[in-house]
């Protein structure tokens, strides 16, 4: 098969006798059971046309609501195209070859989006991180897409992930509290560490157009993407990658966001937004700095990946729908040029990563220097039905029980810790070497990035702490 010319290289019925059996690099196998087949295609027509039946022929000449092809059609129950035949036809059609996929790789559900995008990359893992035929409008990496779908297909399913959570993570240090391990990718792209502790939802990626000529009031699904996370007021926020904090804002004087910026040493800078602003259980934008952000968040501190540099909230207003107030982080990179990068991938990445794993200890977060004279009440946060919650100490310092302690949790994670972990309790204090050390920052990067926080407060966007 041959990727169409705006979305995806849609699908054919795959022969099920083959035994190909590639493992994709960095997402491991997602078993699902065969009655989820209604998420996989609603995850599909998502991504494919906005669940929209009757949309016409592409320049790449694929229509309906799975983009089929022409010749992957093949005049199926005498319909010549897909958009002209009813939408239960193409429900039929589409169920059809995703059962092939699904048996042919003994229901690994991850297979689905790189068959419907380019198949050549399940024999050729090279292919992967390529653009399959730029020329015919394509935009996306095969692993872009991928993650791209099985991020939608886990906010679809309400599931944060498909069974494999039910596995205990190997090794023990998934389990001790210890510090998340960052791998290096082959090809050098951004690796990060999940950004909020305890249970989630991550949002789908944002509607785009695979071709602006089809819809030009989408962006290109080519921009990068800011990463949206949703969860509980005070929820703990972790940092996705090591850096200094190069900008605190404890309420934008124009927008009331609090945000938290960190820059590493390539340049490349990281915007938490959305931090809470409100004393708890209200929305009275009047909480106290130590509930805003954590004893990290100062200019100049370094921070590791994986350690509390705030607490969610609702405060970041952008692109917000009418009566969502919801606490949501929504985290922002940007090169060393300033060009923005993809926050969306990595995280989804992360999260596949890491879910189950304890994600606080005694490493996590220092005494915040408010505190030293006011000390908070100590506030028990609450993450659910039998889930544990957080505690927020007289230091502004946060312990956690139960999955309010893993990264990503679901009911199928096998264990959580019963007693509390972070400063001050349960949790490995054997650190990776050079955990504690100064992060240094090149000068000229340095200034480039209290620059760029100057420019945003002239443009009454910011405020450096």
């Excluded at 849609?10 to 009655?35: A, F, G």
């Excluded at 951004?190 to 990626?205: E, S």
């Excluded at 200890?361 to 028990?380: F, I, K, Q, R």
Aim: glycine share 8%; proline share 12%.
């Amino acid at each position: 098969m041959e990727p169409s010319a705006d979305t995806t290289s849609t699908t054919s019925t795959v022969p099920v006798e083959s035994t190909t059996t590639t493992t994709l690099v960095d997402v491991p196998p997602l078993i699902v059971r065969p009655d989820r087949i209604e998420y996989i295609l609603a995850t599909i027509r998502w991504m494919e046309s906005r669940s929209t039946y009757d949309i016409p022929p592409n320049k790449g000449r694929a229509s309906g609501a799975y983009q089929y092809i022409p010749s992957t059609w093949a005049n199926y129950a005498g319909y010549p195209q897909a958009y002209l035949a009813p939408p239960w036809v193409q429900d039929e059609r589409a169920a059809a070859d995703v059962d092939a996929i699904l048996r042919r790789f003994g229901n690994d559900v991850t297979k689905v989006p790189v068959v419907w995008y380019y198949p050549r990359a399940l024999t050729d893992p090279a292919l992967l991180d390529v653009v399959p035929k730029p020329e015919a409008g394509n935009r996306l990496t095969v692993r872009e897409y991928q993650i791209r779908w099985l991020d939608a297909l886990a906010f679809i399913s309400s599931q944060p992930l498909p069974e494999r959570l039910g596995v205990l993570p190997v090794g023990l240090d998934a389990l001790s509290g210890a510090p998340p391990s960052i791998p290096i990718a082959a090809d050098l792209s951004m690796q990060l560490a999940f950004p909020v502790l305890g249970p989630v939802t991550v949002a789908p990626p944002r509607p785009c157009s695979f071709d602006e000529l089809d819809d030009p009031a989408l962006p290109p699904c080519s921009d990068p993407q800011p990463v949206l996370v949703y969860g509980r007021q005070l929820q703990p926020v972790l940092a996705a990658a090591d850096g200094v904090v190069s900008a605190v804002d404890l309420a934008d004087a124009r927008t009331g966001t609090v945000r938290v910026t960190i820059t590493d040493t390539l340049g490349n800078q990281f915007r938490y937004s959305g931090l809470n602003d409100d004393t708890p259980g209200t929305d009275d934008g009047l909480a106290p700095a130590p509930l805003r952000v954590s004893g990290l968040a100062e200019v100049g501190a370094s921070v590791r990946a994986g350690q509390v540099i705030g607490f969610l909230g609702n405060s970041d207003l952008a692109d917000r729908e009418p009566g969502d107030t919801y606490a949501r982080l929504r985290l922002e990179i940007t090169g060393p040029d300033g060009t923005p990068v993809d926050a969306q991938g990595p995280v989804v990445a992360a999260m596949f990563r890491q879910s189950c794993s304890v994600g606080i200890g005694p490493w996590s977060v220092p005494p915040h220097p408010a505190t030293a004279d006011a000390p908070l009440e100590t506030l028990l946060v609450g993450a659910g039905d039998d889930a544990g919650g957080w505690a927020i100490g007289p230091t502004g310092q946060v312990t956690a029980i139960g999955q309010a302690a893993l990264v990503h949790p679901s009911e199928r994670c096998e264990w959580a810790p019963p007693e509390p972990y972070g400063p001050g309790a349960a949790g490995n204090t054997v650190l990776p070497e050079g955990f504690v050390e100064e992060i240094v920052v090149p000068t000229e990067v340095w200034i480039d990035a209290i620059l760029d926080s100057a420019e945003l407060t002239l443009a009454g966007l910011s405020r450096p702490g």
